[in-house]
Structures are given as structure tokens and as C-alpha cells.
């Protein structure tokens, strides 16, 4: 393999951990993002799932390929199987993508969610989805910053996104009040 890539669309978009030496937007076409995976390590525990993103089948994503020197691409596959896959619910798979910013593509890694996986949510109501996130915390953190670090990167990245905007702002009337 001349070139290894990693594609990214949740958090790894923002927040890799791991050296890299190029990135930029990619788009993954076949696959969307979605809150379609009960997280009972990350975001939530097995007795209150949070829910996190996974690529699911269908349409196409905007997401960030990271390029990978030749001498750091067991470290980081290692890295991510550990921190990606804690509970399986996702299949590795190379896909090809589609650099944005210099036009070519990529054959990039990418955890597409296994649907068989009985942390697999599918698609799940607006109220269930405001529910899960407004409760969910686990190891890495409360759900509801999940969700706001993706709007965000987002806008940061000029992809706004309405549909988790507006799931932002029902997740943040279900919080606490602070102060």
C-alpha cells in the first residue's frame, strides 16, 4: 500500500490522536453519518446509553482523510482498533474518497457501523435520539458535548449542518440549567 489514509466523521475529524502528516475534507460516498450507535463505553454505559455516529449505508458524508507516514501506520491502525472498536459495533473497511481540497482520492480507512451489532440503534425518533444524548455520559465524557464539538467543527469546516443543529438545540433545552 503506497498510501495509507484514515477517514474520519465523528470526533476524529477534531480531535485524531494520532500523528498524521496531511489532512484535508474528504467526502465518503455510499455512506452517511448518523447517531445510529448506542454508546456504552464512550458516551454512555450499558444501563443509560449515550449514542454516537456511525456511518450507515446510504448517501455520502463530509468527513477529514488524514494521510499517514509508511512508519506510523501499524501504531495508529493499532490506536484506533483501541479506541474504535472498545465493543466491535464497527467494520473496518478501506473505501475509496474523494479529496475536496486537492481533487484526487484516497483509499481511506473507515468504521462503517455493523448493523448486526447489538449496539447497532438504526434509525431511531427525534424525541429518542434528544433523550439518549441529553442523558448519555461515559468514559470520554457527557454525550451532549459529543454532539456540540461536532456542531461546531461543522460550521468550522463551512458544512453546516441544520438537522444536528436543531438536535443541539433540543438536547441543550433538555440539560440543566447551569448557575
Not at 463505553?41 to 448517501?59: I, K, Q, W
Not at 463530509?62 to 501504531?75: H, N, Q
Not at 447489538?118 to 444524548?133: C, K, M, N, P, T
Request: hydrophobic share 35%.
Amino acid at each position: 500500500m503506497n498510501d495509507f489514509w484514515v477517514f474520519g466523521y465523528g470526533s476524529l475529524m477534531w480531535r485524531p490522536g494520532f500523528a498524521f502528516e496531511h489532512r484535508e475534507p474528504a467526502r465518503l460516498h455510499g455512506y452517511h453519518r448518523a447517531f445510529c450507535v448506542y454508546s456504552h463505553v464512550h458516551r454512555g454505559t450499558p444501563e443509560r446509553p449515550g449514542l454516537v455516529f456511525g456511518l450507515d449505508a446510504g448517501g455520502s458524508c463530509k468527513g477529514m482523510a488524514f494521510r499517514i507516514a509508511p512508519d506510523r501506520v501499524d501504531e495508529v491502525r493499532d490506536y484506533l482498533r483501541a479506541r474504535e472498536q472498545v465493543t466491535m459495533v464497527y467494520r473496518e473497511e478501506v473505501k475509496r474518497v474523494r479529496l475536496l481540497h486537492s481533487g484526487g482520492e484516497a483509499q481511506a480507512l473507515c468504521y462503517l457501523v455493523d448493523r448486526s451489532h447489538g449496539q447497532y440503534a438504526g434509525a431511531l425518533s427525534f424525541e429518542d435520539q434528544v433523550r439518549l444524548i441529553a442523558e448519555g455520559e461515559g468514559q470520554s465524557g457527557r454525550n451532549p458535548d459529543y454532539l456540540h464539538g461536532m456542531v461546531q467543527h461543522l460550521d468550522e469546516m463551512g458544512t453546516h449542518d441544520e438537522g444536528l443543529t436543531r438536535l443541539w438545540r433540543a438536547v441543550k433545552e433538555r440539560l440543566p440549567r447551569s448557575g
